[in-house]
């Protein structure tokens, strides 16, 4: 089993639609929650940072954390084209300074 | 605010020879430093990271080398690239918080 796993897509959205992206992981030392944008042949861009249960928002953007189900979620509202990306989970232990990635999910949306 | 330089951008390389990409953060001190690589389809593989001058470790045994000649310059080296080097080549840093910072990245062909 995969640390952390992350639907591939791609996902297709008219504008407009709520998204909704998601990442599961199997480690309970997991403490510290990322969620990274990667438009095509450009370097990850950090989106939502979290440590804890629960939802922050950011703009049309909310990131959730469910620890007890070892589950997060980026929601973004009133989706625009220019958020055509793959979006990237990336989470952290209590200590240490590395991240384990998803595999990205690779999001399009449609006029 | 902190600026990361990755170059070349694009890079196309004969199997056996030698490989230098450089990395440069701006705006920060004592930063750690990341170098990842990205297949296509696959997610960010962690190949070095470095917490302070001189000091690398490595996370995967493979044909790349990595230094750190200065606070704020990381190298990703190979005495003789193989085919399988090829790939989207990441620079990151992060500092005293968790969040990790991406490059532009570098785009290795090895033909």
């Known amino acids: 089993q995969k640390e952390v796993e992350q639907d591939p897509g791609p996902l297709s959205v008219p504008e407009g639609a709520i998204v909704s992206l998601n990442c599961t992981y199997s480690?309970?030392?997991?403490?510290?929650f990322m969620w990274y944008r990667q438009y095509s042949r450009k370097g990850p861009e950090l989106l939502m940072y979290?440590?804890?249960?629960g939802n922050k928002e950011d703009g049309r953007f909310t990131a959730q954390v469910d620890k007890s189900s070892k589950y997060i979620s980026l929601f973004i509202r009133d989706s625009q084209p220019s958020d055509s990306a793959t979006y990237l989970c990336?989470?952290?232990?209590?200590?240490?300074?590395?991240?384990?990635f998803g595999t990205g999910t690779q999001l399009k949306v449609e006029l | 605010s902190q600026t990361i330089h990755q170059w070349p951008a694009t890079l196309v390389q004969p199997v056996g020879s030698p490989l230098s990409l450089e990395c440069t953060v701006e705006?920060?001190?004592?930063?750690?430093l990341y170098w990842y690589r990205q297949a296509a389809g696959r997610g960010l593989q962690l190949l070095f990271y470095?917490?302070?001058?001189?000091?690398i470790s490595s996370e995967v045994p493979q044909n790349l080398s990595a230094s750190r000649p200065q606070d704020r310059q990381f190298i990703l080296s190979s005495k003789k690239l193989l085919l399988s080097d090829s790939g989207f080549y990441l620079c990151?840093?992060?500092?005293?918080?968790?969040?990790?910072?991406f490059g532009p990245g570098t785009r290795l062909t090895v033909l």
């Open positions: 990336a989470i952290r232990p209590g200590g240490g300074n590395k991240l384990t």
């Open positions: 480690n309970s030392a997991f403490q510290y």
């Open positions: 979290t440590y804890s249960s």
């Open positions: 705006g920060t001190s004592n930063p750690n």
């Open positions: 470095s917490v302070g001058i001189g000091q």
């Open positions: 990151a840093w992060s500092g005293d918080y968790n969040e990790q910072f």
